[in-house]
């Protein structure tokens, strides 16, 4: 018999919630490191797209790297992200950056 997994707690966040909520927004394509190579580091794994910042004397700061889907306005992919995210980080501040937009005709498809 197996255990659940324990929480991805980074500062009181779980990131895995974090990322399954953010990859299930409409305007989202998929979470990225990004240039700067975001992320999470647990125990023998990296979730890839969501970091987790300490601030001192307040709730942590979240950021979250995503690739957004081609004809969505960069702050509604922002506006949807940071919904999804406020009930998992309450006060929190999400900064979001959209790193890349899924091109729809790039694998050669109309």
């Not at 919630?17 to 125990?43: E, F, I, N, Q």
């Not at 406020?86 to 929190?92: N, R, Y």
């Amino acid at each position: 018999m197996t255990s659940p997994a324990a929480p991805a707690l980074v500062d009181g966040v779980d990131v895995d919630r974090v990322a399954a909520a953010v990859t299930a927004c409409p305007a989202v394509a998929r979470l990225t490191a990004g240039r700067d190579g975001a992320g999470s580091y647990l125990p023998g794994r990296r979730v890839a797209g969501v970091a987790v910042r300490p601030a001192p004397g307040g709730p942590a700061r979240v950021a979250v790297h995503v690739v957004a889907h081609a004809g969505v306005p960069v702050h509604e992919v922002a506006d949807q992200v940071r919904t999804a995210v406020a009930p998992l980080a309450p006060g929190s501040p999400v900064d979001v950056a959209v790193e890349d937009v899924l091109d729809p005709l790039a694998d050669g498809t109309p």
